[in-house]
């Protein structure tokens, strides 16, 4: 049972078009973070929200973790071809200390 | 300060054999866990450790075991490989065992192909 759904599945894109990720779970979650990876590499963080409501922003990426801390969404604005790449939305729980459950990804095709 | 290192970063066994993989994490960081990543399950818990302890273990067979040492570098092994098994084998640090807002560090992984 996956128990983070992300959607969608696969974007693809014109530069300059805004979109937003969605990841959802029917558990509540200490924290939530995003991750973005490259082929052949490993996930990069990019974000940590451990508030319901929070939101956070990076330049043009703005994350908001759900008021009951069971979803959360990443919003791009813009989007360039560099922002080109597989997202992961990934939760962790006080109790499991390292241990992340992620979603299957969203994999972000932004065409120039 | 260095990243996360894995080592070897592409390798490739035959069935039945075992692997071993390396992470060491970063400097200072005494808490290392594992994942798998592979296109249909995605990356999936494997184990994790701190202060040479198995604090936390996925839903593996016990085919695949780990151990940390006291310089808090790490390993996994896989026995009796199995072509399921190939995959890309991550390795991710933290200070302490992450919690709410500590941060998790992922290496650049080991990828294994098992034929």
């Known amino acids: 049972t996956q128990l983070l759904e992300q959607s969608p599945q696969f974007l693809s894109i014109q530069e300059g078009e805004n979109l937003t990720v969605y990841c959802n779970s029917s558990s509540v979650f200490s924290s939530l973070q995003w991750y973005r990876q490259e082929p052949g590499e490993g996930p990069v963080l990019l974000v940590t929200v451990v508030t319901g409501g929070e939101v956070k922003k990076l330049k043009r990426l703005t994350f908001q973790f759900g008021d009951a801390r069971k979803d959360s969404s990443l919003h791009i604005t813009a989007a360039q071809p560099g922002d080109t790449g597989l997202y992961l939305c990934?939760?962790?729980?006080?109790?499991?200390?390292?241990?992340?459950?992620f979603g299957e990804g969203t994999q972000l095709t932004v065409n120039p | 300060k260095a990243g996360v290192t894995q080592t070897p970063r592409y390798l490739i066994k035959t069935r039945g054999q075992q692997v071993t993989l390396s992470c060491s994490p970063i400097?200072?960081?005494?808490?290392v866990s594992w994942y798998q990543q592979t296109p249909g399950q995605g990356l999936q818990f494997l184990f994790e450790?701190?202060?040479?302890?198995?604090?936390n273990k996925g839903n593996f067979p016990g085919r695949f075991s780990g151990r940390q040492f006291s310089n808090s570098r790490s390993e996994m092994n896989v026995s009796t490989l199995e072509l399921g098994d190939s995959a890309l084998y991550l390795c991710?640090?933290?200070?302490?065992?992450?919690?709410?807002?500590?941060?998790?560090?992922f290496g650049e992984g080991s990828w294994l192909t098992v034929v």
């Open positions: 400097s200072g960081h005494r808490s």
């Open positions: 450790y701190f202060s040479e302890t198995q604090r």
């Open positions: 990934a939760g962790g729980r006080e109790t499991s200390g390292s241990r992340l459950t």
């Open positions: 991710a640090s933290s200070l302490v065992p992450a919690y709410s807002g500590n941060t998790i560090y």
